[in-house]
């Protein structure tokens, strides 16, 4: 049995689990038909909470409808569950969960839309509700702190890549004497800095979230940023779904808008690689691989969000450029001169002289 | 088989007959391209000049072969002498004849700098220093291929670096020289992540009171066996690869299996071809990589668990499983059980992961795992027990 607490929310989202179940029965006692009323956010005029305003309606579901009554069946299974783990103090994915009533639920979509519901009838995020994914960050640098009872000491092992903690609640003394964070997109990379030693002569963390950052990643890195007030530096290649992933670190991901104001970290800045660095460090031509139909359609869907043209209009900048030029460039084209150009003159120089977006 | 193609492969070995990759240091790597180089141009410089082929390992599955252990019961795999021949002289091959020698080129350079590269680096470098020879990623990666049946060694011998998914957790404490003691007990559900050198690994010191080691096929299983601390109930080490295994958490099996040879290895793997082809590959080691193998033993799931899940958690078996499944069986290396299982998948045409066992409850998998190991290693012991209690009156 895991001997961590979930955070100080639990007692509180387990009573509001007793107050919901409460409430049906007492409408059943009073001969009345149960229902279930949930605010629901309209995505196509949606704009980010953070922002501005956001258009919503609440939907009741009750037995009325006989698809409803399958719903509230579902929401109440997974309601059970996640009591379960609550009080039991486990943890268990989205997955773990659909495995427990297979034969019910059908598919895992079906329970991925219960916990969702769920997580705005209790107005509370996913973590709180002990539904966490396995975890895949990495980090290394000059930072320390207490995850439930382990103490993590990165400071004495700066090169070595540390699993990024799945609970981000339980961090504790967190403790650091680096300048800034520096975020990258790929694992390759983060190995690139490590074996050229980047954080014992650059006071700094590294934090990779492997490709799409996860949820624990995220939070991770805004804990960071709040607690101690490091400026953040991101590093991804000059390519669509490099930009979506730096976008997924500032904004949030349009999956998970509840959740959103959680865990997005608008003081994220774009460190590189931008489309004009290939001009600026002389990098051969050959090195600009051109932009797939894929890429394309990618980079003009991203175009499309509402979010970019109000909070960065730079990064739409760079991004129709990219569209323009037809061309991309990913991290690893810099080593073309010198294998430690990355780590020596290309990341320092541009935190030194200020050349982010 | 000829003798000239023995003598070809003796350059660098001594025993022909087993041919596996070797961690070496960059000195040595260094050396046997040197050598490589020097017996190109003696070649040419003979009084009958020509260009000679390079002699490859064979890398496939027909050239391959099955040894069994002689002291204990551990296969394993071995590449045999039989090699292919990349020339010059054949226009197809030309070019993979020259990649190959840019290829060593290059990693020449990284090794003398003391540095490491990544593939995608390398590919760029390449890319830029000879654009008529290297036009994409699979080109490079082909010729270090190439490069490592030529040279014996393994791809991070060469310098380029390996990463690694896998993590370990449990009764094991790592005494590695520069960071010091590492308690794996104490890590959190992520456990302590295996790095991708291997040169590091090769230096690290284990202590360990554990009685049993388990190898997990999927994160999520092992996330869960460790937050349940398990290993204080079953004392063990967990370990895993999250998915295939790559070469650095085979390295760290095969070592602690070495270190701990008392030690049985359990795997816990979904019961679908792929995971049969992830417990054949620790068991056996890999046909492009042949070595360090380690017994292996398969705890679950196995078809005698399904009886007790539900119908509903079992899922159809895909194209891509059958394809699996059929590639395995064709190999004659597959064990009667192994296969035996195979077969009952594609009759019943489905397939069971491990997270079935949670219908019964999340606690449900640590008491999977403790009657299974009794039933698979002390069954013997328990069975003479209940002789004996029969007997007694």
Known sequence: MAGRSSGSKA?????????????????LCNKRLPSVVLDRYRRIAWIHPVIGTYFSWKEAISFYKESHAQRLDIMLRVLRIIQQLLQENRHGSKRDIYYMHPSVFLEQKVVDQAIKDICILLQCSRHNLNVVPVGKGLLMGWVRFTDGDRRFDCIRSPNTAYPVPVHVEDVEDLFSVAQYVLVVEKETVFQRLANDKFCEKNQCVVITGRGYPDVSTRRFLKR????????????????PYGLDIL?????????MAFDASLMCVPEVRWLGVFPSDHEKYSLPDRCLLPLSPEDRMKAGAMLQRCYLQKKAPDWRLELEKMLQDGVKCEIEALSVASFSFLSEEYIPGKIQGGVHI | MEETDLC????????????????LPSSEVRARMEVSVLNFLEFLTSPSPAVPHL?????????????????????????????CKRSLMRTKEAKAFIRVWKAMELCFQVLERGKQVTQRELFYRLLCESPDYFTSQAQVNMAVQDLVALLHCTRQSLGIMASSRGAISGRLKLLDPETGVIDCSVLGSAGYAISGD??????LIFHSDARYIIVLEKDAIFQRLVEDQIFNQIPSILITAKGYPDMATRFLLHRLSREFSGLPILALVDWNPAGVAILCTYKFGSASMGWRP????????????????????????????????RSLMSSRMLPGPHRAELEMMAAMGKRVEMEALYYRGFGFLGKYVAQKIVRVLHASRVRVLASESVSTP
């Open chain 1, 224 to 239: 960071l940023v709040e607690n101690l007030c490091l400026p953040v530096y991101c590093l991804v290649d000059c390519d």
């Open chain 1, 11 to 27: 007692p509180e989202v387990l009573s509001k689990i007793r107050g919901i179940v409460r409430s049906l029965v007492v409408d």
């Open chain 2, 198 to 203: 291997l040169n590091l690994l090769q230096k």
């Open chain 1, 247 to 255: 976008m997924t670190y500032r904004f949030g991901s349009m999956q």
């Open chain 2, 294 to 325: 380690c017994d292996v033993r398969w705890l679950g799931l196995r078809s005698e668990d399904l009886p007790s899940l539900p119908v509903s958690a079992m899922n159809d078996l895909t194209a891509r499983d059958l394809q699996i499944s």
């Open chain 2, 55 to 83: 002699s490859l390992i064979k890398r496939r599955l027909d050239n391959t072969g099955l040894r069994q252990g002689l002291v204990n019961d551990v296969s394993s795999i071995f590449l045999s002498h039989s090699f």
């Open chain 2, 8 to 23: 070809g492969s003796s350059i660098f070995r001594c025993d022909q007959r087993l041919c596996s990759a070797d961690v």
